[in-house]
């Protein structure tokens, strides 16, 4: 296996192609893996401690090797950089063409690095490439962007595939997303401002090179299983028709909504508490990557006969919300709707922006002013108008969202690094403690759902490496009480899936991470595994295809340690800039506040917080009193190397 | 004879034609409501609702959850007038 690397100076608009040796993906696996160690050698010899929104700030794109093989598991690509809004870790990984077509071209690792004195675009067409004037573009959102690229480049040798920001990006707010194809979003951390700070408009690449796959045969054969295997699982047939959203009901019954603010766990009103609509409107299908058996996306288009609300949108299109676009919008933000909920993916992707951090923040203003803690005038200081913050009221969310965007006013400011910070400014402001209204994990904005009776899930909140998140650590075991897999990872033992107790939730997280890591690595999509994540092991399902893909034969055992050290170097990253166990926790809602609502009344976090985190712990070989690494859970995952440099910086246990 | 609840939501709901319905049966066990709903229902639920290997029920994708919103297992006792609910069991996005 061998890969390229194009290195882009944006400062001094110097450009290196590097080849990424065999050893590297021995040691790293691919994808999200190879980002990781990119990004950690470059903060070897550049300050970690740098303004993220500064020139020595790294923006790294990867793609893993089963991206684009014909293995059907769909694409995922990965950008990594120290995010802007938590200052941390920082990592997001979206679908679409963009990276199955950059494999197509001499590279399959970008590295930018620097600031360029004028906006420009990054043009890779096969092996070459060039630093184009992007003044047109600047300005423009997403889809305007694409577009215009699209056309600008045409058609050979393929049409042009686009990794782009919107205005959010450019003015460098923190929660600013990157958008792949004006569909697929790379929602976390702030990758957005992070090309914005660089002048960095987009990413277009064109080709039409091959992929080479070190064992073909046996690539078509694990493929041929894989087909069957879908096509076997009715399931697969119920998550293609709705997606994600085949969650709105299983949420609504067991109560795992997050509903204003997370004061409640169940969707009010009508139609919007199943998915029916989904079923009634969507108009179209499509595959968001050109390598899934599974195709779960789809699109919408608004006709205006849907609802009343719907009028105000006729005409529009774009792909079917998933759960937690409805999470953040019918949850978090009680609109009622579905075309507004529907709209409200569409312009949070248009303009390219985070819709968990922003329905967080806008949701925790809300809260505010329904309990009286902020007054007419308070508001009007934030958004220079009058402003009703009124639960699911469609046009006070659009403004809250172009406020961010655009940095129109003082909520803009104060809010365009998510909830948390922007709790904490508020506060500050207005000399006032509002955080216990604030939802997050480690600083990270919640994940629009309910998690206060799954101990795991609350655990996955405060450990990820990138805050709180639900794609790193995934509580399936236990919010689908899954006594299967707990069996199968635990030597027979059922407790991972039992709710009520703290034992093997911890052991869950650290488990879970590793295989998400592999996954991420390899660039698939999640989707496939969760269906059946007993018959589509990472290590051992997935691991057969990889050493197809790659030559490289791994016994299972050794690729969960290959999942374990990216985790680990992940975890040194955030070690380095001084995160401890004190950091590893969650928001005040979730550790004291109870459900009142749903099949499991009465959770609260604080009841198996500190067990379940001293389990993990346990379950890494960390130090349980700081929470850092030791040398020799970092040497049994063959980072010495990485021991050495925290050792050296005082961030070794 | 007893008489059990069955909610059927999402993939379940399409695959039934219905959002509910009820079954007596003889033995008061998820055994044999699970063969009742698969009798009145056809193949598509029968792939939905059981494992063909191991004749367990079907734990990929799928939620089927009690009252208390705890997880069903084939060999649970049932008791008359019990609600028994199936989902899709699916996360994120
Ligand atoms: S399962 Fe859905 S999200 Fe995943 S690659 Fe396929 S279409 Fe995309």
Sequence with gaps: MESRLLRVDLTTGKMRSEVIPHSVFERWIGGSGINNWIMWEHFLTHDINCDPRGPDNIFVFGVGPLAGTGAGSGIKGRITFKSPCYNMFGDSAGGGKFPYMLRFTAFEYIAITGKSPKPVYLHICNDEVSLVDASHLWGRDTLETHTMLREELGTYPSHAHTLSISQAGENQVGIASVVSDALRIHARCGGGAVMGSKNLKAIAVQGNGGLKIQMPEEMLAWSDDFRQKIDENEAVYGFKRRGTLGAVEMYQHIGSHFWRNNQGNMFRGGEITSDNWVKKYHKYSEVCSSDCFIACDAKYKIDGTESEAAKKYIGETFRRPEYLTTGSAAGALDVRDWSEVAHWGKITNDYGIDNQDLSCAISFLMELKQRDLISDSDVAELFDREQSLRWGNMDDIEFCVESIVFQKNLFGKIFGDGPYLGAIRYSELKGQNFMKYATYGKGGASFTEEMRPFPTWMNNMAVASRGADHLKGIGLIEKFQRKDLSKIYFDGRTEAADLSVPTLKGASTALIENQVALLNSYGVCLFHWMLDPAGYTPQDYYGKAYAAATGIDRTPDELMLDGARICNLEKAFNSRIGMRREHDTVCERWMWEPTDEGMYPGSVAAEMFNPVLDEYYEWRGWDKDSGLQTRKSLEDVGLGDVADVLENEGSLA | ?93
């Design chain 2, 1 to 93: 004879m007893i008489t059990v609840h069955a909610n059927f939501h999402s993939h379940f709901k399409e695959l039934a034609s219905t959002g509910e319905a009820s079954f007596q049966i003889e033995t008061p066990t998820v055994e044999a409501l699970a063969e009742s709903i698969c009798e009145a229902y056809g193949p598509k639920m029968e792939a939905m609702l059981i494992d063909p290997d191991t004749h367990e029920l079907n734990e990929r994708g799928t939620m089927f959850v009690d009252a208390k919103g705890m997880r069903i297992s084939m060999g649970d006792q049932l008791s008359d007038g019990d609600t028994i609910t199936f989902l899709v069991g699916i996360a994120g996005g």
